[in-house]
């Protein structure tokens, strides 16, 4: 049974910084993303990465703050976070896609969902 384990989330002051990780167990992913879905909010896109030759995408709102990598040899992702805003206040799904997704950026793509973890910034 695949799970992807999430862990990184917190409580931060604004201008901070928090790094997500996310390992799936039991097999690798051909393209791993980040989601978030605020109160209220519908869940949005954040980042994601394809595995082989490393092809990144991101969600406007966070390009230029957020850094999404991988560790091949860990079979982790990760979400470096940094400049952190109170808009950033979520509640953070790592996502997994076997096959080369036609559409990324689209939470239907994704095959598994992690259980997700809250992030929070204070102002």
């Known amino acids: 049974q695949v799970q992807l384990i999430e862990s990184g989330g917190g409580l931060v002051q604004t201008g901070g910084s928090l790094r997500l990780s996310c390992a799936p167990s039991g097999r690798t992913f051909n393209t791993m993303g980040w989601f978030r879905q605020a109160p209220g909010k519908e869940r949005e896109f954040v980042a994601a990465i394809r595995w082989v030759g490393s092809i990144t995408y991101y969600a406007d709102s966070i390009r230029g703050r957020f850094t999404i990598s991988r560790d091949n040899a860990k079979n982790t992702v990760y979400l470096q976070m940094n400049s952190l805003k109170p808009e950033d206040t979520a509640v953070y799904y790592c996502?997994?896609?076997?096959?080369?997704?036609?559409?990324?950026?689209?939470?239907?793509?994704?095959?598994?969902w992690g259980q997700g973890t809250q992030v929070t910034v204070s102002s």
């Open positions: 996502a997994a896609k076997r096959l080369v997704p036609d559409l990324p950026r689209d939470a239907r793509e994704y095959d598994y």
